[in-house]
């Protein structure tokens, strides 16, 4: 019975990876078609790449769309960090509840309704509408990431680190930097990935918060091919996708790197202990 339920779960895996993936590979194809349709197949070829990088304006979006991403990643994962570490300090279960349900509700929020409160924020302010409203978007939507994500390292630290650092005259700072920070680190390094990936890929929310003469990749798509079938869109998508496996594969050694690590001083305390 356990063997029948592991083939239908196998089959069911396979479907939705079908389903998930096909698509993708789809568009990637014919980013290497001669033609300018995605109706046939004319033969290989390169010249749609080729279109893509002696386009300055797509370079130039390219370019944006990788610095908000970076640098949103870099202030939200300072901020998220620093607002996992009040929380972890927060002794008041009812408060520590509250904050974290605040918290959460960005998480599952509509990008839509958070786009429009964006929009709706930043017009009250008199702020124009272009890099920075961007970019203060993109923070504010990946610090709750970055708190879920660095929370559980907290919970995971040894308390009894911080108390044995203070017992040896280590004031507030070096025990942050010395002890809490390197043992929270690889939750610090899934929460910068996992904000990177989400500014790159998000649409719905930039939608909403960027101006004339700047845009992200992800709104320069939705553009282009409201205009029509160009081959140059599946190019630049394709590329995306590929930036986006090397983000996983990436957050997925150091996740790697990390549990051996830890393996590894395990087993060092016990050879120790015995």
Known sequence: MQSKLSGWSKAYLIIVFIILYAPILFLVMYSFSKGNTMSNFHGFTFDHYQTLFHDPRLIQIVLDTLIVALLSSLFATIIGTAGALGVYETRHRAIRQTVLSLNNILMVSPDVIIGASF?????MLGLRLGFISVLLSHIAFSIPIVVLLVLPKLNEMN???IDAAADL???PWQTLTRVI????MPGIFSGFFMAVTYSLDDFAVTFFVTGNGFSTLSVEIYSRARQGVDLEI???SALWFLVSLLLIAGYYFLEQYNQGRKTK???QVEAVIK
């Open 169 to 171: 005259g280590a004031n």
């Open 234 to 236: 599946n190019a630049l």
């Open 119 to 123: 929009l709706i924020f930043f017009t």
């Open 159 to 161: 308390a009894s680190m």
């Open 181 to 184: 920070l390197p043992a929270i």
């Open 265 to 267: 001083n395990r087993q």
